[in-house]
């Protein structure tokens, strides 16, 4: 390969070239001297003895030596630089893991793409593989062979919800370091072509139109099961499909012939969203919604649990009447709570000394003091607690006990005066409220039924089980146990099950795949379903083919271009040695 | 020919009238009038008898030894010599030597064994040995008359010898002028010479540079007759390995000289034109004060 020369001006210098071969010339040429006859000169036997002729072969030797030297550094001096080789760049692929990819299934862009990978995997090592998800996430190790890297290639699923490419390029840029190359691959073009010499940019997707769901939610409205789906027409033109709904009666919707309770053609204009609300009676089981097939089958399909949700009973307590009325009047206004005196969830009371029969009980204690006074703020806020979320309290006047000892870790202060605390005692809360009617104003504002809301909303979390029970794809579930289990058997759609660590009775599961999870905690079992419900990702409208960004372009000649100036002075060093010694010599 | 030969001639003319010439005494002298050959001739001097052989002319037959022994015996006289010089001069480049005084020493010493062979009574015919022998012209005037004479012949002399006979005077004196700086064998070259001459001197012109080179250092040596040209460095041993090649080389030719019955002296070319020393040819009894 031959060298490129970043600074030809120096070539300049080789006009001394001329001038060693003046020097040399004039230098080897002897005085003339005419002599009658060369025949007394000729005296071969003794030429060591002195006297020798020039030994035209050690002159030239010398000169030669000298020209070598002066070509190499003139050459070391013109910056000469080689193209690195290939193999020596590493190579990291960005693969766009959002489920667009999946379109048109075997002959879609991400079978074109991994086609295309594999041609240009060949002669590149070594290369790394980072998948553009919400977050960049790399595949695996380094790889040094194509077969290695087709191997982790099958890891490249595009099962994510989105992919935020340019985190992604950025993150492989700073795996690969500075002299790494950047291969882009998605279905979509780029914004703008890329104007970093070091990325390429590969397209293989193409504009489809596309039908999918993108919304599907299942709750309680007025006590009626009501299930709300979203059907978009992600395309210019008007279309067509089928909508079909049926209830599996298995809870995890593995069932292979679900009774059908609603079907109905849906005509949709060009970029039209359609809501189909559907009443289910009570105890429906799972629902599987299906559209017609079309170029992408991931967003044609929902499946939707029912959410459990039961209301928390919550015992009253209280002898104050008015303050009995403001907390059942908040409490209602949550529709999440039963009132009830056995058995009680949350029990609210206004004694400070109150204990609940039920060792699974919650209390919220709303103490008031006779030592009280009216606090105007400014108040400190806890705001990481579940109680303070959407509390305002600017122009609030709280009265409470002024006494800065109060039972509880604070969480909402008056300077040094706790005015509402939490004591938790193994995994039960007991909530201290410090509240003075006559002296407030808290419960005359907004702050009021929110305190109460989240309240009721914070237990009702606590209550064992999943929530919520649909997730959108890539969304995350949270498990609540009842009893302390050290982990829970999480069994994804594809069934490659894993055993996940629980902490303070409860996990997170994030909904990677399309399906029924399930959740099996020491032999209580719970199941949550993930949904492929993302319209940027069922757009295919905007999907493209196409190459962009250029890796020889010549900003990116630091990085593609080695100095070799450091092989001319070695050899000219080398060559000066060689030099010294044969003149030492004579 | 330039001015400066021309000045030599007359410089060797004016010095040659000190002079005359002699036949050295390894060659034999005598003869009718001036000069004797080696062989039986015609002349009045009785030489020695012999027994008549067929063909002898009867005239010579002596009665009375054939009276006394009754045998036919003839009477042998010594051969009449004419006098007479065939001076060489060697014509190659090598004679011209730049910075040396060889060409004027050469045509200094040919005008003077010129003049001189005119006072001991010799004819004279001036050759330049050019590849052929070629006569001088006007080389039976008066040297400084001489015209033709130049030293740019770039072969061996001695082709002129050997390849063609030239046409030297029988039973003549025969004098060679050369620096003698070729390659040849020297016998071979005087065989040649000498072939029906009385006499052959050899006289060997040398320039000091030949003798003692002065010049020292890295020095590409030039060739006057070929312009073969070679890179040396002329040292203290260069010179002294020329010098014993050059002695080599005269021996061989004084040996060859000996061999043939020729008489060889050398000259220093810028001693001779110093004055025209003839010390030399003097002590070699070629030239005698006259």
């Known amino acids: 390969m031959l060298p490129i020369f970043t600074a030809p001006l120096a070539f300049i210098a080789l006009l001394a070239v001329p001038a060693l071969v003046a020097i040399y010339w004039l230098r080897q040429r002897g005085r003339e001297h005419q002599v009658s006859s060369l025949m007394l000169w000729l005296d071969e036997r003794q030429r060591r003895e002195g006297g020798r002729r020039f030994e035209r072969l050690q002159t030239p030797l010398l000169f030669f030596l000298e020209l070598a030297i002066l070509l190499l550094i003139v050459m070391a001096a013109a910056g000469p630089v080689s193209r690195a080789g290939e193999s020596q760049r590493p190579l990291v692929i960005v693969l766009d893991d959002s489920f667009s990819l999946l379109a048109d299934r075997e002959d879609g862009a991400r079978a074109r793409a991994g086609a295309a990978i594999e041609r240009e995997l060949r002669g590149y090592a070594p290369v790394r593989l980072v998948l553009a998800r919400e977050t960049p996430q790399v595949l695996g190790e380094a790889i040094n062979t194509p077969e290695q890297a087709m191997k982790q290639l099958q890891g490249w699923q595009c099962r994510a919800p989105e ?94 012939s679900p009774a059908s309770i609603h079907q109905q053609s849906i005509e949709l204009g060009p970029r039209e969203t359609r ?86 009980a919650w209390m919220l204690r709303l103490i008031s003091e006779p030592n009280a006074a009216s606090f105007l703020g400014p108040f400190v806020v806890d705001r990481a607690h579940p109680l303070t979320e959407g509390l305002s309290l600017g122009g609030v006047v709280w009265g409470g006990g002024k006494s800065e000892q109060f039972t509880g870790t604070p969480i909402i202060t008056a300077g040094n005066v706790p ?152 050899l000219a060093l080398l060559t000066l040695s060689a030099h010294a010694v044969l003149a030492a010599r004579g | 020919m330039n001015e400066e030969y021309r000045q030599a001639l007359i410089a060797g003319e004016q010095a040659g009238m000190r002079y005359s010439l002699t036949i050295p005494r390894q060659a034999a002298v005598g003869s009718l009038g001036w000069h004797l050959g080696f062989s039986a001739g015609s002349s009045l001097e009785f030489k020695d008898h012999r027994e ?32 007479h010089l065939d001076l060489v001069i060697d014509g190659s480049r090598s004679m011209a030597l730049a910075e040396s005084a060889k060409a004027q020493a050469a045509l200094g010493l040919a005008a003077i064994f010129a003049v001189a062979a005119a006072n001991a009574g010799y004819s004279r015919t001036a050759w330049v040995a050019r590849g052929q022998c070629l006569k001088v012209e006007n080389s039976h005037d008066l040297p400084s008359r001489w015209a033709g004479l130049d030293f740019d012949y770039r072969g061996n002399p001695a082709d002129s010898f050997m390849q063609a006979a030239p046409m030297w005077r029988r039973q003549g004196v025969r004098v060679l002028l050369s620096d003698l700086l070729w390659l040849c064998e020297p016998l071979l070259v005087l065989q040649h010479l000498a072939r029906g001459a009385t006499a052959v001197i050899v006289v060997q012109v040398l320039a000091e540079a030949d003798i003692a080179p002065a010049a020292r250092g890295r020095l590409r040596l030039v060739d006057t007759e070929t312009q073969e040209q070679r890179e040396i460095v002329v040292d203290d041993a260069a010179i002294k390995r020329y010098r014993a090649a050059l002695s080599r080389h005269e021996q061989n030719w004084h040996r060859a000289c000996r061999q043939a019955g020729a008489v060889m002296t050398q000259v ?16 070699a009894e070629i030239l005698k004060a006259s």
């Not at chain 1, 709300?228 to 919707?253: D, R, Y």
């Not at chain 1, 929530?467 to 959108?472: E, I, K, L, S, Y």
């Not at chain 1, 498990?479 to 629980?502: F, K, M």
């Not at chain 2, 070319?269 to 030399?280: C, F, I, T, Y």
């Open chain 1, 419 to 570: 005015l509402l605390t939490d004591l938790e005692r193994a995994g039960k809360h007991d909530v201290r409220l410090r509240l003075r009617l006559d002296l407030s104003t808290l419960h005359e504002t907004p702050n009021w039924p929110i305190l109460i809301w989240n309240m009721i909303s914070w237990r009702a979390r606590a209550v064992p089980g999943v929530r919520p029970t649909n997730v959108r794809l890539g969304a995350e579930t949270a498990l609540t146990l009842d009893a302390n289990v050290e982990s829970v058997r999480v069994t994804p759609p594809d069934h490659q099950a894993r055993q996940l660590p629980v902490r303070d009775r409860t996990m997170t599961v994030k909904a990677d795949g399309i399906g029924v999870y399930e959740l099996d905690a020491g032999g209580a079992k719970y199941v949550f379903a993930s949904n492929a419900l993302r319209q940027e990702e069922s757009d295919l409208a905007e999907c493209a083919s196409g190459r962009w960004g250029d890796w020889t372009q010549a900003t990116a000649l630091q990085w593609e271009y080695t100095s070799v100036a450091w092989v001319a002075l070695l």
């Open chain 2, 52 to 83: 008549y052989q067929p063909g002898d002319d009867p005239r010579r037959i002596d009665w009375n030894a054939f009276a006394r022994t009754d045998k036919p015996i003839i009477k042998l006289y010594r051969e009449e010599v004419s006098p």
């Open chain 1, 275 to 360: 809501r189909v609300t559907l009443q289910l009676k009570t105890g429906t089981l799972a629902l599987r919604a299906r559209l017609s097939e079309d170029a992408l089958a991931l967003d044609n399909e929902v499946i939707l649990l029912p959410e459990p949700r039961k209301p928390v009973r919550v015992e009253m307590r209280v002898r104050n009447d008015a303050l009995r009325a403001l907390l059942e009047k908040a409490a209602q206004a949550s529709q999440q709570v039963s009132f009830t005196a056995s058995d009680p969830e949350l029990v609210i009371t206004d004694q400070a000394d109150a204990n609940a029969e039920n060792a699974s």
């Open chain 2, 268 to 283: 220093i070319a810028e001693q001779v034109v110093d004055g025209w020393n003839l010390s030399e040819l003097a002590a």
């Open chain 1, 163 to 256: 992919a935020d490419l340019e985190a992604a390029i950025a993150f492989a840029f700073e795996l690969g370091g500075a002299r790494a190359r950047v291969l882009a691959v998605t279905d979509h073009a780029p914004t703008q072509a890329p104007n970093e010499s070091r990325l390429q940019w590969w397209a293989f997707g193409s504009a489809r139109p596309n039908i999918a769901f993108v919304n599907a939610s299942r709750t309680t409205r007025d006590g009626q099961e009501v299930c709300w789906l979203e059907i978009a027409n992600l395309s210019a033109q008007a279309s067509k499909t089928t909508l079909s709904v049926a209830e599996c009666p298995a809870q995890n919707a593995a069932c292979n």
